[in-house]
């Protein structure tokens, strides 16, 4: 059940980002043009995306449990904004505006084999391994330096 929910979820976002034009790099950075030859375009699919998620919230909030879960997970208000989300939504912002495409449309133009889609969906991935790399060595550089103080202590 879980895999034909998520096969189906996933085919309607495909739609929706290939219908609202979210596949065509050229639309995407029209868009990203603010100072230049800005296409408002995509406000729409963005006001879409969002007026349909407001009133899908409000009715799976009212089931007693989620369709494929045990509970509803929801993200904590309360968390803080730290280094690890700003250097994510650097590296997001960067990769869309270089390639114009972000991660979901990247996914969804692998079946055209296009080259810029391919090296896009590669650097992505490559961008993916260095990062949880990185984060690793300064978790652990992060571990060391306070069992060293505890030590000292």
């Given at each position: 059940?879980?895999?034909?929910v998520?096969?189906?979820?996933?085919?309607v976002?495909a739609?929706?980002?290939?219908?609202?034009?979210?596949?065509?790099?050229?639309k995407?950075?029209?868009?990203?043009?603010?100072l230049?030859?800005?296409?408002p375009?995509?406000?729409?699919?963005?006001?879409?995306?969002i007026a349909?998620?407001a009133?899908?919230?409000?009715?799976?909030?009212?089931?007693?449990?989620?369709?494929?879960?045990s509970?509803?997970?929801v993200?904590?208000?309360?968390?803080?904004?730290?280094a690890r989300?700003?250097?994510?939504?650097?590296?997001?912002?960067?990769?869309?505006g270089?390639g114009?495409?972000?991660?979901?449309?990247?996914?969804?133009?692998?079946?055209t084999?296009?080259?810029?889609?391919?090296?896009?969906?590669?650097?992505?991935?490559?961008g993916?391994v260095?990062?949880?790399?990185v984060?690793r060595?300064?978790?652990?550089?992060?571990?060391?330096?306070?069992?060293?103080?505890?030590?000292?202590?």
């Amino acid at each position: 059940m879980k895999f034909a929910v998520a096969f189906v979820s996933g085919l309607v976002f495909a739609l929706g980002l290939g219908i609202g034009g979210m596949l065509l790099p050229q639309k995407v950075l029209g868009f990203l043009d603010v100072l230049g030859a800005w296409d408002p375009a995509l406000v729409g699919v963005m006001g879409g995306g969002i007026a349909v998620m407001a009133v899908a919230w409000r009715v799976f909030a009212r089931l007693p449990r989620p369709l494929c879960e045990s509970r509803v997970c929801v993200p904590d208000r309360n968390r803080p904004v730290d280094a690890r989300l700003v250097l994510g939504a650097v590296i997001f912002g960067v990769g869309w505006g270089l390639g114009g495409y972000c991660p979901g449309p990247s996914i969804v133009s692998l079946v055209t084999l296009a080259p810029p889609v391919l090296v896009h969906a590669a650097s992505m991935a490559v961008g993916v391994v260095a990062y949880h790399l990185v984060w690793r060595v300064a978790e652990a550089a992060k571990a060391a330096s306070s069992d060293a103080a505890v030590a000292d202590g």
